[in-house]
């Protein structure tokens, strides 16, 4: 019996990239024409972004939780469970993910987002029209068929990274909505570098750039708070 230190990741892939890539052509065709739906739902949060209304932050979070729990079911436990066990636990962090997206960002206490001023809320920005716009074409420019492409609101990475980014933007640290995202970003991009895909780095990066502007957020929050003479939260 081999010793477990001899393992790698691809010992543990249960499928392969071919059938990986597969299950979203398929899955994008059953769903068609979601896809459109959800990128209108994705320019509608860039529209609200922009407008500071009261309704802003509640609309936004409400559009992501609805997002979240739709790739949970009709992805993760209608299709990715049938290659991969694990999709069946990971549907019901997503289902987490969008009832935090509601409370905590919709019912509780709604989030005011700020697309321009400081380093971070420019860099949330950036991080959501990527995902938005851009990341459903890089599969695309590496060999993918466009049947393939990940398209925000229907596939867990774009719409984790636009969580990211609109996260960034609000004014307050929101740690406890920014935790499945940043999960699945480590999760993703270690399913891709096991398959040797070329846009494997794409994830981590995207994890690394929130972290670090969650970070960056934190304390110039917690400093401001301190020059104003209001006790850190």
């Known amino acids: 019996m081999s010793e477990w230190w001899t393992y790698s990741l691809s010992d543990f892939l249960l499928f392969s990239p071919r059938t990986y890539y597969r299950l979203f052509e398929l899955y994008n065709a059953d769903i068609w024409p979601i896809q459109i739906l959800t990128v209108m739902l994705g320019g509608a ?9 009261v309704w802003q932050g509640r609309a936004v979070a409400a559009i992501l939780a609805m997002c979240w729990i739709w790739i949970a079911w009709a992805f993760h436990a209608e ?10 636990y990971i549907a019901m962090l997503f289902v987490a993910e969008g009832l935090a997206l509601l409370v905590v960002g919709a019912i509780r206490s709604p989030l005011r987002l700020r697309p321009g001023g400081s380093v971070v809320n420019r860099g949330g920005l950036c991080l959501f029209v ?4 851009l990341q459903p074409a890089i599969g695309p420019l590496v060999g993918r068929t466009w049947m393939q492409a990940e398209i925000f609101g229907v596939a867990p990475d774009p719409t984790a990274v636009a969580t990211l980014g609109v996260a960034l933007m609000a004014d307050r640290v ?8 940043l999960v699945w970003c480590v999760v993703s991009g270690a399913t891709l570098w096991t398959m040797e895909a070329p846009d494997a780095f794409v994830m981590p990066v995207a994890a ?8 960056w957020k934190a304390w110039t929050l917690r400093r401001s708070r301190r020059a104003a003479g209001i006790a850190p939260v």
């Open 130 to 133: 990527f995902a938005l716009l």
């Open 174 to 181: 929101v740690r406890n909505i920014m935790v499945v995202p």
């Open 45 to 53: 949060i860039l529209a609200l972004i922009r407008w500071n209304g």
């Open 79 to 88: 299709r990715y469970a049938t290659i991969n066990w694990a999709a069946t």
């Open 208 to 215: 690394l750039l929130g972290i670090g502007l969650l970070i």
